[in-house]
């Protein structure tokens, strides 16, 4: 069976395609003339809105993630505007870092949604995984992408930008809402 994957963000898919490559779905990537706006209040809402639109327009199964980052001190913001908080990677962290000033309470979280759809467009499920961690006040390490960066976990003593991909997808907030999704994913699976 067909999953297309709803993304057009090239980081998040490398990581999408790294959980579901054991799953038995044949992937695909959505075409790219569909375009969603993301309308919801809430990753959750923006997660199905995204699913469920690519699953009509498709007429096939369909995955979405809606993530974002939460700083403790600025009230959770960029949270489900971490995307259009500025228009590139390092034009985001640099406003992160200069909204945080010199902000001595330095936590935050990324939250991951990710809904899946049946090909009418129904979500059939959903799963949230969060990763809590630090804001550094300056950037370290090059791999990953979007805030990863600024983002350090104090138990690995790493930013996501300094950990190999398989840390990262290990521990990250994507990687806790894969790894309760994959199982219900599975009872769903191509006949
Ligand atoms: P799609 O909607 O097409 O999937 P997008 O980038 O617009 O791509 P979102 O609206 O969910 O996706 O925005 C998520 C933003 O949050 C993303 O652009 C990054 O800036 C940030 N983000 C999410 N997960 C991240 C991660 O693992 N590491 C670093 N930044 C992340």
Redesign the pocket.
Known sequence: KQLIV????P???K?MQAYLADSGWELSL?PEELE?E?TGET?AA??CL?ASQTAKATGQWAI??????QVDALDGA?G?Y????ARN?AE?IARVLSELGAEINRQAQ?V?VIAIASPDGEIVLQSEGICRGVILHAPRGTR?????PI?YVPDKQLT?AQMTPQL?RSL???GKAFTALLPQLAKLSPE
């Open positions: 709803a993304t057009g963000n980081g998040k898919l990581e959505k969603i993301e990753f923006n997660a995204k979405a993630d809606d993530s974002g980052l960029p489900v971490s995307a259009r908080y990677d985001r990324f991951c990953g992408f979007g805030y990863d983002f996501f990262k990250s907030h994507r």
